[in-house]
């Protein structure tokens, strides 16, 4: 499953915008996921995928899914 979403965060610097770099979306994912860990619960794992490290970060009452247009959902299951 691809994630698409359709208004992509951008960082602007003096009129012009750009996606972000990979480690200015690593920060605001971990910044996103510690937000949401002090009010719903997040577990983490470490382990190895194709011998490469990977973290993985579980939110509980969260699901995946799919909107009209096809893009990757994520709710809270409710």
Request: net charge neutral; proline share 3%.
């Amino acid at each position: 499953m691809e994630i698409v979403h359709p208004a992509a965060i951008q960082a602007q610097k003096r009129g012009r915008v750009r996606a972000l770099n990979l480690k200015e979306a690593m920060a605001l994912a971990l910044g996103a996921l510690g937000t949401l860990a002090r009010s719903s619960g997040v577990r983490t794992i470490n382990t190895e995928v194709d011998g490469k490290p990977v973290a993985l970060a579980i939110i509980e009452d969260a699901q995946f899914g799919t909107d009209a247009n096809g893009f990757t959902t994520l709710t809270d299951g409710t």
